[in-house]
């Protein structure tokens, strides 16, 4: 499982947030997380009480396109429920293919705004070992 300063360099390196110091003093990690009876999250990690990341590792069995648009949507409502900043999810996968499909169904989605980003990395980019 990974700690504090690893999930402060994969936050700061590999999704690129710029956020200040301070705001890694505070990092909740729940993983195995359910959205619903098809959704599975292998991680559901807040930082800071400003930031919302759902990581959904290449070990969970769902059709991430398919079930892209509730996704964002669910976690676009935890953020604003829990009265965050913004929200990332983040799909670790080795497939060219299904990245180039998750990106372009992102933006296709109505519903998004500035402040929820999507981030299709490889798993030895993940830098959380067991996702």
Excluded: W
């Amino acid at each position: 499982m990974a700690d504090n300063n690893t999930i402060k360099a994969f936050v700061q390196e590999t999704l690129g947030c710029g956020c200040p110091e301070e705001v890694f003093r505070s990092i909740d990690i729940r993983r195995h997380v359910r959205l619903n009876e098809r959704v599975l999250l292998s991680r559901s990690i807040t930082i800071g009480n400003r930031l919302l990341i759902y990581v959904i590792g290449p070990e969970v069995p769902v059709g991430v396109r398919e079930f892209l648009g509730f996704i964002v949507s669910a976690g676009k409502k935890e953020r604003d429920s829990r009265g965050l900043n913004r929200f990332r999810l983040v799909v670790v996968t080795d497939d060219a293919s299904e990245k180039q499909s998750l990106l372009r169904g992102f933006e296709e989605l109505q519903d998004k705004d500035e402040k929820i980003h999507l981030h299709v990395i490889t798993k030895e980019m993940s830098q959380l070992g067991e996702v």
